[in-house]
């Protein structure tokens, strides 16, 4: 598609444009779609160190995060 609206009528600056907004408008779509997940007991409210304790323990993520 990129390479239709680079090399056709469009141009470059154009095609940057036109695929700015199309990658914008299917994010506004998909923010539309979108529905909140709660937590199942929000009686407990999980203070930060316990929160950083849990985010420690995953290493491959804390790797990639770092990374």
Same mark, same amino acid.
Not at 25 to 50: C, E, H, W
């Given at each position: 598609? $990129?390479?239709?609206?680079?090399?056709?009528?469009?141009?470059?600056?154009?095609?940057? *444009?036109?695929?700015?907004?199309?990658?914008?408008?299917?994010?506004?779509?998909? %923010?539309? $779609? %979108?529905?909140? !997940? @709660? =937590? %199942?007991?929000? *009686? *407990?409210?999980?203070? /930060? %160190?316990?929160?950083? !304790?849990?985010? $420690?323990?995953? /290493? =491959? @993520?804390? $790797?990639?995060?770092?990374?």
């Amino acid at each position: 598609m $990129l390479n239709a609206w680079f090399h056709g009528s469009l141009g470059f600056h154009s095609g940057v *444009k036109a695929s700015g907004a199309f990658n914008g408008g299917i994010l506004l779509f998909a %923010l539309v $779609l %979108l529905q909140p !997940r @709660y =937590p %199942l007991n929000r *009686k *407990k409210a999980d203070s /930060t %160190l316990t929160n950083f !304790r849990m985010f $420690l323990r995953e /290493t =491959p @993520y804390v $790797l990639m995060i770092f990374g």
